[in-house]
């Protein structure tokens, strides 16, 4: 029998035959895309996990590792959305013969353009170290091992 006969015959047994097409309710569980929490609600098992209200994570290009704080939680697609606060920057990217040590927060914009295609990026943090908060999401399993670094 595969799983999903066996969840079918789970159904049944809970629901009763009677009450409900099972086919039909089979075929809403699985266009949710997540049976497993939808399943969960119908039967009123659903937790939602214990999550911290802080974490480590690394939501830019790079391995910037930044604060970040709990905004909300998604049960479907078993996200966490975050904040953090950064210091503002531009990038730009250059061809690789350029030195990098001749940018600036002030000439970058003019000087370098958005197109990848294999050269080099290169940022600029705004001088006076001026900061936005920005906002992000990442897997709940992400979230739960950066918050093992706090």
Not at 5 to 15: D, G, H, I, R, V
Not at 85 to 99: P, Q
Request: charged share 25%.
């Amino acid at each position: 029998m595969n799983m999903k006969n066996a969840t079918k015959k789970l159904l049944e047994s809970y629901f009763g035959k009677s009450l409900m097409n099972m086919d039909g309710l089979f075929e809403v569980l699985e266009k949710t895309g997540n049976t497993e929490i939808a399943l969960e609600l119908m039967l009123g098992t659903y937790q939602q996990p214990e999550i911290p209200k802080q974490s480590i994570v690394r939501p830019r290009y790079g391995n910037e590792k930044v604060t970040a704080t709990f905004l909300s939680y998604d049960k479907w697609e078993d996200k966490v959305s975050f904040n953090y606060t950064v210091v503002e920057s531009i990038y730009r990217y250059f061809d690789n013969d350029v030195d990098p040590a001749t940018i600036t927060y002030e000439n970058i914009a003019q000087l370098g353009d958005l197109n990848y295609s294999g050269r080099q990026r290169i940022e600029r943090q705004h001088p006076d170290g001026k900061t936005k908060v920005e906002e992000s999401s990442t897997e709940l399993y992400y979230w739960l091992e950066g918050a093992k670094g706090l």
